[in-house]
């Protein structure tokens, strides 16, 4: 029999994307139903195992129907705002001169407590390893020079000037000028915008470093995760983070940008020219002028695979006056139809408004370009044109209780609404 090829690293993160994001949003798929969705049960194998080496065991759930098994990611709001996600980012593939390096220039310069030159922290880092480590690589002083370079490039080391010679030292200490509660102050912004922003890693692993700080460097044990709480916040948007800041740098310099799309790895070429994020459903789409069809479109972003940036040539700057046009009165995502035009929903609101004029705040503050009229007391008419009245569902449904969709002949809001809530009903064994 050969040898098993399984690696616990990868290079790519693409490899392990379209697995754990179907164990976090469905959790219903064994692995049989994998080779419907292209992947290979060897894969499948593969992913699970990095996943279950990398994920905090609370977060994994694995039940068995039968002789099948299911993998799904547990995740609770009212009791921890952690993004595990994250976590699978560790599994990205590193060299031996990378991690080794990373720690034994820092350890050297440390115990020195002086600067050092290239040759120097050569020979330091040779004999520590000749001397604690069996059967250890060697590495050339060019290799320790890149490093030294790169680490000097993220601030983690200082280059000091002397005699025409290069030294280097650990830089000083970041915080130092700050209170321990201003550094708790700061940890809870990243925190929070960790979570919130349009690229979640940098911040996750920042918070991580902050805290990591003031539990070694100031004796204080803090989890700012136990006091914030969010609504509308969906985890899986970590896994794109990759792709998203590719497109982001595409737009940002204006460049085009190459990709695979959907199953069937559609090869793409588009101006980027906006990205979108729908709240309630937790997607992101990419707009941008599709280069083969010479056509504006829209792109989910969960479905881009093996993004790069296209630097060859510029895109002319009048494509961007197109993005208000495409998305007049858009709820969200559905590019506006000339031929189709708009379409009027308009929702009746019962409610006692001494108690819950809240809810008349939220179509106020939530409604978009929509109109609140009030017809008598305690009753009220929004009124809303929109591209696709579909897009507004999610929306509407946290006003149960409170609602009534007039009847169109332009759509069945009203019929989806409480085909949806007598599901729902049915579930918790109500009706």
Known sequence: MGKSKYKNFIKHYDTIRDVLRNFYLYGCYSRNDFDQKKISRRKYDNEKRRIMNYMNGKYVKQHTEGHTKYISLNYDMFTC?????????????????????YFLIQQMLSEKEQSMTIEELMDACIAK?????????????????????????ENLLELEIDKNKKRYRISNDF???????????????????????????PGVYLSDTIKNYLK???????????????????????????ITWIIINCISSNQKIRFKYGANDVQKHVIPLKMIQDIQYGRQYLYGLDMISNQFSLFRIDRIHNARQDHQEKPRDNKYQTYEKATYKSWCATLFDKSQGLTAVEVEIHLDENIYGYILDRFRREGKWGTLTKLKKNRYLYRIEVTDPNEMIP?????????????????????????????????????
């Open 81 to 101: 705002t952690e993004n595990f996600l994250s976590y699978s980012f560790l599994t990205r593939s590193f060299n031996w001169n990378d991690i080794v390096l």
């Open 129 to 153: 390893l000749s001397n604690e480590a069996e059967n250890f690589q060697s590495f050339e002083i060019s290799t320790l020079r890149r490093k030294v370079k790169q680490m000097s490039s």
């Open 175 to 201: 915080f130092s000028c700050l209170t321990n509660e201003e550094i708790v102050l700061l940890l809870e912004a990243v925190t929070f915008f960790s979570n919130t922003a349009a690229i979640c890693v």
């Open 216 to 242: 070694y460097e100031r004796g204080i044990d803090i989890d700012p995760c136990d006091s914030i709480m969010y609504k509308h916040t969906h985890l899986q948007s970590i896994l794109d983070d990759e």
């Open 395 to 431: 929306w509407l449904r946290t006003f149960a209780g409170f609602i009534k969709i007039r009847e169109s002949n332009s759509h069945n809001i009203s019929e989806k609404l409480d085909t949806d809530w007598k599901e729902a009903l049915k579930k918790y064994g109500l009706v």
